[in-house]
């Protein structure tokens, strides 16, 4: 019996390694983007420090086996279960000590984690055990626990309970070993009183961390954004802030500003109106991204519009701008116009699935910070969009700053005009942003930039929009390469040109 009890725990210790790690790769992916980078590096630093771990077992005497790993279990429940907090809000009040602490936690954990099956082996090696059952059915186990918390992490754990949540549940789940551990062999555990006692205390502390994630949360959110949050919420796919001070709101995704209300007029007229202007036939038109419909409300205001398809991947950002009151004044309740049709999908995979063809396209993306997003900036995914696009249609992208990042825009720029688009690229200025980019690209037609507006607008004229397609001297066009998917160029260009801005 007693070696069931050890074998199954190795399942749960295996669940909790695993889920400290990956919440180690989300929680730095959305706070410093480049998810490959951040899993690839956090992963290699765990599997490093679990051979470290794995090698120091082999000094603790046999007859400290348990005692060790009750300690074991403690500590790996202590700080893996505190991590995602203590990261969350280090990055939010004091950002500079962030990286070096990720990866001293993640070595920390990893290299106790490594300690765990090794010492699990030794206590249940013994003579009426064949050494090759014995392996096998602890890696069995420890196998079947990573499996188990793959699947539930990212369908369940990260979108319902959140990471800081989610990380003093496993936390719990660690000490409850401990705690199985002591009642099952009280009778072989040194210091039994000590340890108990010392479990209750971190078990109490983790609840009462669990209990107050939320508060947790908002405190680190008010940290990083200052203003009061009015909305937050964790899904599969993203962390979504919206904040509020005085009539200013704004939106953050993953801590990155999207829009202020006070200026998203300029950036959304800039993104929408010199397209549609242009077509005054236009009848049918694909948005993709932009769920908050700040875009759809500058689409529908023109009445030859008969039919718009957003398609979103994330159904709580389109969910929020539909029925929270404050997020659906801001897009005139664009989403309950009887023209507009709601998609949440991958992109690139409903363009693949979908015959609909579309006279302009609106593609309103986030910046191409990670591969993830890079590869909706991609060869592949324009020449896609093309085949939806009447062939004297137009589509626009959101194409970062041509000012802070101009690498990265013109290599945009060349990768609409790698599958046979013409391209004209414009700029404007959005106080919240800066200089910010869009490139205007058909099939066919032969473009003109507006010089006048069928629709009254707060910011466009004549003389802005004949200046948002002149480039002065210090954002003058590069020769850049294409982004195409094996390498995505475009995701280390953005990445280097905002770091030299920062520097």
């Known amino acids: 019996?007693?070696?069931?009890?050890?074998?199954?725990?190795?399942?749960?210790?295996?669940?909790?390694?695993?889920?400290?790690?990956?919440?180690?790769?989300?929680?730095?992916?959305?706070?410093?983007?480049?998810?490959?980078?951040?899993?690839?590096?956090?992963i290699g630093c765990y599997l490093f420090a679990m051979g470290v771990g794995a090698h120091l077992s082999k000094y603790v005497k046999d007859e400290?086996?348990?005692?060790?790993?009750?300690?074991?279990?403690?500590?790996?429940?202590?700080?893996?279960?505190?991590?995602?907090?203590?990261?969350?809000?280090?990055?939010?009040?004091?950002?500079?000590?962030?990286?070096?602490?990720l990866y001293v936690m993640v070595f920390l954990i990893g290299a106790l984690v490594g300690m765990e099956v090794p010492l699990v082996m030794r206590a249940l090696n013994d003579r009426d055990t064949a050494f090759n059952e014995l392996v096998s059915?602890?890696?069995?186990?420890?196998?079947?626990?990573?499996?188990?918390?793959?699947?539930?992490?990212?369908?369940?754990?990260?979108?319902?309970?959140?990471?800081?949540?989610t990380g003093f549940l496993f936390g719990m789940l660690n000490v409850g070993v401990a705690l199985w551990t002591i009642h099952v062999f009280r009778r072989e555990l040194e210091n039994l009183t000590g340890r108990l006692l010392r479990a209750c205390a971190v078990m109490l502390l983790l609840v009462c961390g669990f209990a107050a994630s939320d508060r947790m949360v908002y405190w680190g959110e008010h940290g990083l954004f200052g203003d009061e949050i009015v909305f937050s919420t964790t899904t599969p796919y993203q962390r979504l802030v919206i904040t509020r001070w005085k009539d200013d709101m704004r939106l953050y995704i993953n801590g990155n500003l999207q829009f202020s209300s006070r200026?998203?007029?300029?950036?959304?007229?800039?993104?929408?109106?010199?397209?549609?202007?242009?077509?005054?036939?236009?009848?049918?038109?694909?948005v993709l991204g932009g769920g908050d419909?700040?875009?759809?409300?500058?689409?529908?205001?023109?009445?030859?519009?008969?039919?718009?398809?957003?398609?979103?991947?994330?159904?709580?950002?389109?969910?929020?701008?539909?029925?929270?009151?404050?997020?659906a004044k801001l897009n005139g309740g664009a989403f309950k116009d009887k023209r507009v049709k709601v998609v949440n999908a991958d992109a690139a995979v409903w363009l693949q699935n979908n015959r609909?063809?579309?006279?302009?396209?609106?593609?309103?993306?986030?910046?191409?910070?990670?591969?993830?997003?890079?590869?909706?900036?991609?060869?592949?995914?324009?020449?896609?969009?093309?085949?939806?696009?009447?062939?004297?249609?137009?589509?626009?992208?959101?194409?970062?700053?041509?000012?802070?990042?101009?690498?990265?825009?013109?290599?945009?720029?060349?990768?609409?005009?790698?599958?046979?688009?013409?391209?004209?690229?414009?700029?404007?200025?959005?106080?919240?942003?800066?200089?910010?980019?869009?490139?205007?690209?058909?099939?066919q037609l032969n473009y003109q930039p507006p010089t006048a507006y069928r629709l009254p607008m707060r910011y466009l004229n004549a003389d802005t929009t004949r200046e948002m397609f002149s480039f002065p001297p210090d954002m003058k066009a590069l020769p850049m390469a294409p982004n195409r998917l094996n390498t995505q160029s475009l995701v280390h260009e953005f990445e280097q040109d905002w770091r030299r801005v920062i520097r």
């Not at 196998?143 to 793959?150: E, F, N, P, R, T």
């Not at 205001?301 to 709580?316: C, F, G, K, S, W």
């Not at 590869?375 to 062939?391: M, N, R």
């Open 1 to 42: 019996m007693t070696k069931k009890i050890l074998i199954l725990s190795v399942f749960v210790v295996a669940s909790c390694g695993l889920a400290y790690e990956l919440i180690a790769g989300a929680l730095s992916s959305y706070l410093l983007g480049d998810s490959i980078l951040q899993f690839s590096t956090i």
């Open 64 to 101: 400290d086996v348990l005692s060790r790993f009750v300690d074991i279990e403690l500590a790996v429940g202590l700080i893996g279960g505190v991590s995602a907090a203590v990261l969350f809000l280090t990055f939010a009040w004091m950002a500079a000590p962030f990286r070096t602490l």
């Open 137 to 165: 059915r602890v890696l069995t186990f420890d196998y079947l626990g990573a499996l188990a918390v793959s699947l539930l992490f990212p369908l369940v754990l990260a979108p319902h309970l959140g990471l800081v949540r």
């Open 263 to 286: 200026d998203e007029y300029r950036y959304h007229e800039a993104l929408v109106h010199p397209a549609l202007q242009a077509l005054p036939w236009a009848r049918r038109v694909l």
């Open 293 to 327: 419909g700040l875009a759809l409300r500058e689409i529908l205001r023109y009445p030859n519009i008969e039919q718009v398809t957003l398609v979103d991947l994330d159904p709580a950002m389109t969910a929020a701008f539909t029925t929270r009151d404050e997020l």
């Open 356 to 443: 609909d063809m579309f006279d302009a396209a609106i593609i309103d993306f986030p910046d191409p910070s990670s591969f993830a997003l890079g590869k909706l900036y991609s060869v592949p995914f324009y020449g896609l969009v093309q085949k939806h696009l009447a062939a004297n249609g137009l589509m626009v992208v959101q194409s970062t700053s041509p000012f802070f990042a101009p690498h990265a825009y013109w290599t945009i720029d060349a990768t609409l005009r790698e599958v046979g688009l013409r391209t004209w690229p414009y700029h404007a200025y959005v106080p919240s942003f800066g200089e910010w980019g869009f490139i205007l690209a058909s099939p």
